[in-house]
């Protein structure tokens, strides 16, 4: 590919069924130019109300290795601080878009940009002056709701993973370097993979779910796998962390590799079980429950 670029602007967190409609449009409208994506870390609100600011679907690593599968040729990072924030939209054109020659810009037609947020697309369009076209995009819809990064955090805090499938076309994952934990489930005869809950990452609610294990440091099947997200009540845990037991495994030896866990269904909320007798006989249903669920068409 040669020229200048088409270039994408957003946040692209988890990219979504709405970023992968971009990039569609984008790649369509300028076949032969360089597909480049740019995007923003930390995420804006930690720097303008970190309060308010969202837990994220996706690292910046994953996102990146997501907007390169969906065919981003080259991922541009804009470190977010607070003089970024500070930026007018002439300002933004200039220290962002301008350096890069786009050919063309694709924006969601809610694009906003600036201080306050004050640039909008028909901005952008001023702003271009005939340097480069400017391409809004309509949202992806469901029919009645736009796709978009906060409904499909919602629907991971509330372990709707089928809700996350419709707005993303893909499953949700969590991923990290399995630690050592209390060595507790293998003596349940349920040994399992300890991954830390890492800050500022959404998280499902705590309860068991059904999913998949993969190794990310080698090629790997996909485990079919019962995952447990919390604290472990029944022994008094305090640690919040994300536990996968491969079905039917004992011999995976996994400290110190970094895992992908692909959450596909909620079975349960997290239980205090009266004694170990309890948790094992549930272990049990849960276990021929997920086995059911992740063979079902």
């Known amino acids: 590919m040669t020229g200048d670029p088409v270039v994408v602007i957003g946040n692209f967190d988890g990219v979504h069924r ?16 360089p597909l480049v994506a740019v995007t923003f870390w930390p995420h804006p609100m930690s720097v303008i109300r970190p309060d308010q600011a969202p837990p994220l679907l996706t690292s910046l690593e994953a996102r990146t290795a997501l907007l390169r ?18 930026w ?11 350096p890069l020659h786009p050919c063309r810009v694709v924006v969601g037609e809610n694009f906003r940009f600036g201080f306050r947020a004050a640039g909008t697309v028909a901005t952008l369009i001023e702003l271009a002056a005939g340097r480069f076209v400017v391409q809004p995009v309509e949202l992806v819809t469901d029919g009645a709701l736009a796709s978009s990064s906060t409904l499909i955090r919602h629907a991971v805090l ?11 076309d893909s ?12 060595q507790r489930g293998r003596l349940l005869g349920y040994p399992t993979a300890n991954v830390a809950v890492t800050p500022g990452m959404v998280v499902p609610a705590d309860g068991v779910y059904a999913g998949w294990v993969t190794r990310l440091d080698e090629a790997s099947p996909r485990w079919p ?7 472990n009540p029944t022994f ?7 536990e996968a037991y491969v079905l039917d495994r004992d011999d995976l030896e996994l400290y110190g590799v970094e895992i992908a866990i692909d959450f596909y269904a909620r079975i349960r909320g997290q239980v205090r079980f009266a004694g170990m007798d309890a948790l094992i006989e549930q272990m049990h249903h849960d276990v021929e429950q997920i086995r059911h669920v992740l063979q079902a068409p």
């Open 158 to 168: 509330e372990g709707d993973f089928g809700r996350v499938r419709e707005l993303s």
């Open 88 to 98: 007018s939209p002439e300002q933004f054109v200039r220290e962002v878009l301008e």
């Open 171 to 182: 499953t949700f994952r969590s991923s990290g370097v399995v630690v050592k934990g209390d």
């Open 69 to 86: 599968d969906s065919g981003v040729d080259k991922t541009v990072v804009v470190e977010f601080t607070s003089e970024v924030a500070g």
């Open 18 to 33: 709405g970023h992968v409609e971009l990039l569609r449009v984008a790649r369509a409208a300028e076949p032969q130019a």
């Open 225 to 231: 796998a019962a995952i447990s997200v919390g604290s």
């Open 236 to 242: 008094d845990g305090v640690e919040r962390r994300i």
